[in-house]
Structures are given as structure tokens and as C-alpha cells.
């Protein structure tokens, strides 16, 4: 699994650097962050450009080719 962390300038309060660690602390098995912070975003604040997608797409490669995923046995697939 990876988890993507993409932040912003719409996200405003004073909880926003709290949930955002929180979010930046969890520790899963089999998953690894990626955080989109300062990848380059459209005028209208929420989506990446389209180059910010490109090197978001190999951030997310980045992290998957170099984590050691382990395949879930049956019985753990079942449970998912």
C-alpha cells in the first residue's frame, strides 16, 4: 500500500499541521509515504499540475520499487 500525502492551501485551521503529522506518523505494514508537499499545484489550489503528476508518478514508482513488500498469505487476503 502506499499512502499519499498530498497537502493543500484549501486545508486551513489550526488543526491542519497536527492531522497532517498524525497522518505523516502512522506506521502500517506493507505501506509506504509518499508526500506530495511543494510538487507545484493548478490555480485552483487542490489539483497538481500536469508535471507534478508526472514526478508524483515516480515518486509512487520510487517508493514501490524500493520497499520490500510482502504478499499477503490467503488467509490475511481474506481479511482485507
Given at each position: ?39 507545484p499545484l493548478n490555480p485552483d489550489g487542490i489539483h497538481l499540475t500536469t508535471a507534478a503528476q ?27
Amino acid at each position: 500500500m502506499v499512502i499519499l500525502h498530498v497537502p493543500s492551501p484549501w486545508f486551513k485551521g489550526k488543526f491542519v499541521d497536527i492531522v497532517r503529522q498524525a497522518q505523516i506518523d502512522v506506521e502500517l505494514p506493507n505501506a509506504v509515504k509518499v508526500d506530495a508537499n511543494g510538487l507545484p499545484l493548478n490555480p485552483d489550489g487542490i489539483h497538481l499540475t500536469t508535471a507534478a503528476q508526472i514526478r508524483l508518478a515516480n515518486m509512487l514508482a520510487d517508493a514501490f520499487l524500493s520497499s520490500n513488500f510482502t504478499a499477503p498469505t490467503k488467509t490475511e487476503y481474506h481479511m482485507i
